[in-house]
């Protein structure tokens, strides 16, 4: 048993209660490798703003939940080394789909879990996650419950069709759960490709797709409903069509890719949600850095050459997010 605590994380309770009352939001940022880790801290404490390092269950098959939770650790020195004394830095995993793999990691130095059962019917989803719950709290570890469903791919759970959170749930679900903060489905979807072009406009201007807005009326219903309860929106990634556009010039192919408008990422933020789940962003911004250094300089192979720019375009990024998207710059 390791808690989170020997490892310098923190859970989220104290960042979604600062969050909710302030009036922005914290980044979740899923992480792979050692140069999304970098990158994330580097962010963090440049802009001084709490941040949540998630990671999935494609994220321990690839990298292995060990070597994952130690590079948590390191985030944390790195962050110190940086020049942050006291950086917070909640290590959550994402999408945990059995109370089994919450409990392992919470036995391994998460500081906060999601049990995502979004999918299962409306009390089983209350009976797991209060299960979760109870052994989560017992380790000081928090909890997010998911209500609702995304369309898109949930790690291994996808759905084409998404069905938006019933508000006449949140308050019954959030009780009998005892969850301390809850995802909803308000429009949002994971992945690159949110939404298809035929439930999207074109901009005449330069073809690109222009996506139907964000059910606001559901999420200030569940606001009225649940005041001040923190609330997360997964599937929040913008695909910001300049780095989509780069991929697609050095070779890729990701045609009508499109995302969330960050307008609506920063009207979100002012209101009760207070965790904002990134993940395709980042998987864009280092994938088009690399396209396009590996197509200007044909002859390198090393990949700290390319790793390099794909680190610093992340960054920058992250930073984006933080700054003028979250608000949480200088809320450490
Ligand atoms: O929720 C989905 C995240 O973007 C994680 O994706 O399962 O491919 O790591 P992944
Ligand atoms: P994106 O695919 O929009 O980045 O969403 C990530 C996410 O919700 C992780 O849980
Ligand atoms: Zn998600």
């Given at each position: 048993?390791?808690?989170?605590?020997?490892?310098?994380?923190?859970?989220?309770?104290?960042?979604?209660?600062?969050?909710?009352?302030?009036?922005?939001?914290?980044?979740?940022?899923?992480?792979?490798?050692?140069?999304?880790?970098?990158?994330?801290?580097?962010?963090?404490?440049?802009?001084?703003?709490?941040?949540?390092?998630?990671v999935?269950?494609?994220?321990?098959?690839?990298?292995?939940?060990?070597?994952?939770?130690?590079?948590?650790?390191?985030?944390?020195?790195?962050?110190?080394?940086?020049g942050c004394?006291?950086?917070?830095?909640?290590?959550?995993?994402d999408?945990?789909?059995?109370?089994?793999?919450?409990?392992?990691?919470?036995?391994?130095?998460?500081?906060?879990?999601?049990?995502?059962?979004?999918?299962?019917?409306?009390?089983?989803?209350?009976?797991?996650?209060?299960?979760?719950?109870?052994?989560?709290?017992?380790?000081?570890?928090?909890?997010?419950?998911?209500?609702?469903?995304?369309?898109?791919?949930?790690?291994?759970?996808?759905?084409?069709?998404?069905?938006?959170?019933?508000?006449?749930?949140?308050?019954?679900f959030?009780?009998?759960?005892?969850c301390?903060?809850?995802?909803?489905?308000?429009?949002?979807?994971?992945?690159?490709?949110?939404?298809?072009?035929?439930?999207?406009?074109?901009?005449?201007?330069?073809?690109?797709?222009?996506?139907?807005?964000?059910?606001?009326?559901?999420?200030?219903e569940?606001?009225?409903?649940?005041?001040?309860?923190?609330?997360?929106?997964?599937?929040?990634?913008?695909?910001?069509?300049?780095?989509?556009d780069?991929?697609?010039?050095?070779?890729?192919k990701?045609?009508?890719?499109?995302?969330?408008?960050?307008?609506?990422?920063r009207?979100?933020?002012?209101?009760?949600?207070?965790?904002?789940?990134?993940?395709?962003?980042?998987?864009?911004?280092?994938?088009?850095?690399?396209?396009?250094?590996?197509?200007?300089?044909?002859?390198?192979?090393?990949?700290?050459?390319?790793?390099?720019?794909?680190?610093?375009?992340?960054?920058?990024?992250?930073?984006?997010?933080?700054?003028?998207?979250?608000?949480?710059?200088?809320?450490?």
């Open positions: 048993m390791t808690s989170y605590k020997e490892l310098g994380l923190v859970n989220t309770r104290e960042m979604f209660k600062k969050a909710v009352a302030g009036g922005y939001a914290i980044p979740a940022f899923n992480f792979n490798t050692m140069e999304q880790m970098q990158a994330i801290v580097q962010a963090a404490v440049e802009t001084k703003s709490p941040v949540i390092m998630q999935s269950k494609g994220a321990r098959a690839y990298a292995n939940g060990t070597i994952l939770r130690y590079m948590a650790q390191g985030a944390v020195e790195y962050a110190k080394e940086l004394p006291n950086p917070q830095i909640a290590l959550h995993l999408h945990g789909d059995s109370f089994e793999i919450c409990k392992e990691c919470i036995d391994n130095g998460f500081s906060s879990v999601m049990f995502d059962g979004s999918a299962l019917p409306y009390e089983e989803n209350i009976a797991i996650t209060k299960k979760v719950v109870e052994y989560a709290h017992a380790h000081d570890v928090t909890v997010e419950a998911e209500l609702g469903v995304l369309a898109g791919v949930e790690d291994e759970v996808s759905s084409a069709v998404s069905h938006y959170t019933r508000p006449e749930e949140v308050e019954d959030s009780k009998r759960s005892g301390d903060s809850l995802a909803i489905s308000i429009g949002t979807s994971h992945g690159a490709y949110k939404f298809t072009p035929e439930q999207c406009t074109r901009d005449p201007k330069t073809g690109k797709l222009v996506p139907p807005p964000l059910a606001f009326d559901i999420l200030h569940i606001e009225k409903r649940i005041p001040g309860f923190p609330i997360v929106l997964h599937g929040s990634s913008s695909v910001p069509q300049d780095e989509v780069t991929i697609n010039q050095f070779g890729g990701l045609p009508d890719a499109v995302g969330i408008p960050e307008e609506q990422l009207e979100a933020s002012k209101s009760a949600v207070c965790k904002i789940n990134i993940d395709s962003d980042s998987r864009l911004a280092m994938t088009a850095a690399i396209r396009k250094y590996l197509a200007e300089n044909p002859g390198h192979f090393d990949p700290r050459q390319y790793l390099k720019p794909a680190r610093e375009n992340m960054k920058k990024m992250y930073i984006h997010k933080i700054v003028d998207v979250l608000g949480s710059n200088g809320k450490l």
